[in-house]
């Protein structure tokens, strides 16, 4: 079993950053594949980025490459997000799979409550 806590969100301006922590829990935690989710009102919730137990392979949705970086410890998971955009607004949230990075929501086993970012313009 693993537990996923997120926190770092907030109201903020577009062009700013945030840092999104996700702290990482469970007996076996630390072999777990990693992801960033986010779903803004009204829409369904899509992949953000993603990261592999060892962190050497990255994977970034389209619409944040060069903005947002993930990273990872034993126990956290990051996001850095640079730039940030009104269209960034959302909820966003960690998950957690022992296999491969996927970018499909119904591939993970292990959800975070979410945290709420939101983005004036």
């Known amino acids: 079993q693993v537990q996923l806590v997120e926190s770092g969100g907030g109201l903020v301006q577009a062009g700013d950053s945030l840092r999104l922590s996700c702290v990482v829990s469970g007996r076996t935690a630390s072999t777990y594949n990693m992801a960033w989710f986010r779903q803004a009102p009204g829409k369904e919730r899509e992949f953000v980025a993603g990261i592999n137990v060892l962190g050497g392979s990255i994977r970034y949705a389209d619409s944040v490459k060069g903005r947002f970086t993930i990273s990872r410890s034993n126990t956290e998971l990051y996001l850095q997000m640079n730039g940030l955009k009104p269209d960034d607004t959302a909820v966003y949230y960690c998950?957690?799979?022992?296999?491969?990075?996927?970018?499909?929501?119904?591939?993970?086993?292990?959800w975070g409550q979410g945290t709420q970012v939101t983005v004036s313009s």
């Open positions: 998950a957690a799979r022992q296999l491969s990075i996927d970018v499909r929501t119904r591939e993970y086993t292990f």
